[in-house]
T-cell receptor, first 116, second 111 residues
Framework: GAVVSQHPSRVICKSGTSVKIECRSL??????MFWYRQFPKQSLMLMAT?????????EQGVEKDKFLINHASLTLSTLTVTSAHPEDSSFYIC????????????FGQGTRLTVV | EDQVTQSPEALRLQEGESSSLNCSYT??????LFWYRQDPGKGPEFLFT???AGEEKEKERLKATLTKKESFLHITAPKPEDSATYLC????????????FGDGTTLTVKP
């Protein structure tokens, strides 16, 4: 149980285009999902927290107009990187917290974004 | 500000050589401490949650313990497949359920 599917696992896009990453909880409902960014050999940096049906809460320094987050259902959250630039290249990971859990969250497989 | 420090940064073991990874934390009101395993190019895999000092959790060759200032992840008789980066994270009662992660310990187990 507690499976989180993230898609795509890898994406290469041209500078200036937008990319959408999906995060789905397959066998549970999640009111809260989290989006992280991870640079090589570094830990996870929280970008934003999304709650189903409401606007995402972004961490300080994260541009909400650049990283659009939508959490339209209890099993799906999306992250759209708008007008991507090479410096947006990174590993993006989502996690989802089951409604039945107060603290644990489970992670997707991650998305390797390369902007050329 | 919540702080999580993991040590060592990297650990190389021979197969069967037991050791421990450390996670020191400075937080105001610990709600939970989490251990994850992360393989290269993958998302973290949940291992344990610890809530209060003195608590212990075990899973196969791994055992996690918690004190008021730190947590240890003990690895008994490790195998090469235990090679991964192990991440520690904390949640407090004041950070709205968000997790603060340490930088991880990269474990390499040689056959």
């Amino acid at each position: 149980g507690a499976v989180v599917s993230q898609h795509p696992s890898r994406v290469i896009c041209k500078s200036g285009t937008s990319v959408k990453i999906e995060c789905r909880s397959l066998d549970f409902q999640a009111t809260t999902m989290f989006w992280y960014r991870q640079f090589p050999k570094q830990s996870l940096m929280l970008m934003a927290t999304s709650n189903e049906g409401s606007k995402a809460t972004y961490e300080q320094g994260v541009e909400k107009d650049k990283f659009l987050i939508n959490h339209a259902s209890l099993t799906l959250s999306t992250l759209t990187v708008t007008s991507a630039h090479p410096e947006d290249s990174s590993f993006y990971i989502c996690s989802a917290r089951p409604m039945s859990r107060a603290t644990e969250a489970f992670f997707g497989q991650g998305t390797r974004l390369t902007v050329v | 500000e919540d702080q999580v420090t993991q040590s060592p940064e990297a650990l190389r073991l021979q197969e069967g050589e037991s050791s421990s990874l450390n996670c020191s934390y400075t937080v105001s009101g610990l709600r939970g401490l989490f251990w994850y395993r992360q393989d290269p190019g993958k998302g973290p895999e949940f291992l344990f949650t610890l809530y209060s000092a003195g608590e212990e959790k075990e899973k196969e060759r791994l055992k996690a313990t918690l004190t008021k200032k730190e947590s240890f992840l003990h690895i008994t008789a490790p195998k090469p497949e235990d090679s991964a980066t192990y991440l520690c994270a904390v949640q407090t009662f004041t950070n709205a359920g968000k997790s603060t992660f340490g930088d991880g310990t990269t474990l390499t187990v040689k056959p």
